[in-house]
C-alpha cells in the first residue's frame, strides 16, 4: 500500500468535506498545480483509499422519520449461518449498515424507516423471516446528536 503524506491528508480531509470541489479549488488549497493534485486524487482512488463518492440524504426528506438500531443473534455460531444472514441482509433496502460485532450479538443492523408502523411491518416480513435469528434486540434513535461520514485524519 502507498504511504499517504501530509498532502495526500489535506485531500483526504477537502473531499470528505466536499466531493464536489474543483480539482482547481483543491489544488489551491493544497498548494499543488492541477496536475499533480489531479494525479495524487486519481492514484488514491485506485489504491482505494477513496472507495466512492455519493450525496449524503436527510433520511426526513425522504419521509424516513425512524431510525433503529438492531443487535441480532444467530442461533449458532457457524461460519454456514453467518453467511446466510449476510447475504439476507444484502438485498434489504431499509437496512444500511451491517456489522459483525463481538460482544453478546453477533450483529448490528442500522435501519432507516417511514416509522413505527414500518418497523413492524419490516420486522414481522422481513428480519422474522430468517429461521436462523435466535434473538433481535432493537433501539431507537430519539434524537442524533451527530452524524458524520468524515474519518478524522491529521496532515
Known amino acids: 500500500m502507498h504511504t499517504l503524506d501530509h498532502i495526500d ?3 483526504i480531509n477537502e473531499l470528505q468535506t466536499d466531493s ?4 482547481k479549488q ?3 488549497k493544497v498548494n499543488l498545480s492541477i496536475t499533480p493534485t489531479h494525479e495524487r486524487i486519481k492514484r488514491m482512488e ?3 483509499v477513496i472507495d466512492k463518492y455519493v450525496a449524503i440524504v436527510k433520511p426526513e426528506t425522504l419521509g424516513k422519520s425512524l431510525i433503529v438500531y438492531c443487535q441480532v443473534t444467530l442461533v449458532k ?4 449461518f ?3 444472514f449476510e447475504n ?3 438485498d434489504i433496502d431499509e437496512i444500511v449498515e451491517v456489522s459483525y460485532i463481538a460482544g453478546a450479538y453477533d450483529f448490528l443492523l442500522k435501519i432507516i424507516l417511514n416509522d413505527m408502523s414500518h418497523y413492524q411491518d419490516f420486522v414481522m416480513k422481513k428480519i422474522s423471516q430468517l429461521e436462523i435469528i435466535s434473538n433481535i434486540q432493537s433501539s431507537f434513535i430519539i434524537k442524533q446528536t451527530k452524524n458524520t461520514t468524515k ?4 496532515p
Open 77 to 80: 455460531h457457524q461460519e454456514v
Open 88 to 90: 439476507y441482509v444484502a
Open 26 to 28: 483543491l489544488a489551491a
Open 151 to 154: 474519518i478524522s485524519v491529521h
Open 46 to 48: 485506485s489504491n482505494k
Open 82 to 84: 453467518f453467511k446466510e
Open 9 to 11: 491528508l489535506k485531500l
Open 20 to 23: 464536489k470541489q474543483s480539482i
